[in-house]
């Protein structure tokens, strides 16, 4: 493909760990195609992730989630209707060299069909019969490698030999001045633990009262500080936390944009977290060694994406499941907070952070 002069669409439209998980492809795609211009659909939860990327000519952002919400709480039928006919229209507008699908599900699948292009490429294993929708499928091996290195298969594809990329969230001045004033009261010279305890499937969770325990030991017994992190809908939970804790800790969810976030874990020196779009986004980063809570899922494929990263799990033969709903959840369960303590202060010891 000598014509560096291309239109490209990618369609990656969620959720926020699978939107991170696709910018090495953007990277190494711009860099064979310097003059090239990459738009890219997305929804709007992890819309921020990409908002302003310098490789990113234009931001479709698709409002599917706001659509139903407004169909099934206000019944406004006719104003989402117009909507979804114009935002379709806008997409018809450009015709593209290359349209990418990433998502592989039948709601990318449509997008794909109705979006002008020449070349319509996705992984051969599409869901939901996905793949009908394009003229090009790119086989993989291994169907079980991580989400990156599956995507970097169609960047090979289309001739990419060159795969260095950092896969970091972009921030600006203006995000870590306001990362920056909210960690005033911290003072400098500290070391920064962020702590990510909800996610939202139920097998997923830990307990409020283990991270409260595990939280007052890093405080009391390697002298960190424990920021909480989160969104605006974990506010109640991380309260309560904080509430059952000896010692005080920052909760700053439901306070940060997801570039500000990004920019707030690279201050820190450790991440927890369950798997969750939070996870990814401190592992895209370059400073933290993100510590991982995994039970019903797989670490394999959509743990923290790096070598330094560490999961911690229970090691059941249930596991991984999938299942969001549990009346045992042992997996998570056993679990203990010395497991996930010992990790910590082994990171901060290697990397002479206490």
């Known amino acids: 493909m000598k014509n560096n002069n291309l239109n490209i669409l990618i369609i990656k439209l969620s959720a926020i760990g699978d939107v991170v998980h696709s910018l090495p492809f953007l990277e190494v795609l711009k860099d064979r195609f310097p003059l090239s211009k990459i738009d890219w659909v997305v929804e709007e939860d992890a819309s921020g992730i990409i908002e302003d990327h310098p490789d990113i000519d234009q931001l479709i952002v ?80 291994d169907p079980n490698i991580h989400a990156p290195e599956r995507y970097l298969y169609i960047a090979r594809y289309l001739g990419v030999t060159e795969l260095d990329w950092d896969g970091q969230i972009p921030f600006d001045n203006t995000d870590k001045k306001y990362v920056n004033h909210l960690l005033q009261e911290i003072g400098n010279g500290r070391t920064l633990i962020a702590v990510n305890p909800m996610a939202k499937w139920e097998t997923k969770l830990w307990g409020l009262d283990r991270f409260a325990c595990l939280a ?53 020196a450790v991440v927890i977290s369950t798997d969750t779009g939070p996870m990814h986004v401190a592992a895209a980063m370059t400073s933290p060694v993100v510590i991982a809570l995994f039970g019903p899922t797989s ?49 901060l010891t290697s990397t002479q952070k206490l």
């Open 62 to 141: 698709f409002p599917r989630k706001s659509w139903i919400k407004r169909i099934m709480k206000k019944g406004e039928y006719r104003s989402v209707g117009k909507e979804v006919a114009n935002f379709l229209k806008e997409l018809k507008k450009k015709k593209y060299d290359i349209i990418v699908d990433l998502q592989g599900l039948f709601k990318s699948g449509i997008l794909t069909f109705i979006a002008r292009g020449r070349r319509k490429i996705a992984l051969n294993r599409g869901r939901e019969a996905s793949s009908i929708f394009v003229n090009e499928r790119v086989a993989i091996r």
């Open 216 to 268: 007052d030991r890093i405080k009391e017994e390697l002298g960190a500080v424990v920021i909480f992190t989160g969104s605006e809908s974990d506010t109640k939970a991380i309260k309560t936390i904080l509430s059952r804790m000896n010692t005080s800790a920052l909760n700053l969810a439901g306070k940060t944009t997801l570039k500000e976030l990004a920019y707030l874990y690279q201050q820190c």
């Open 299 to 347: 670490p394999f494929k959509t743990g923290p994406y790096g070598s330094k990263h560490r999961v911690i799990r229970a090691g059941l033969e249930c596991s991984p499941c999938f299942k969001k709903k549990c009346d045992d959840m042992s997996c998570m369960k056993q679990i203990t907070v010395d497991m996930v303590f010992d990790a910590v202060k082994e990171v």
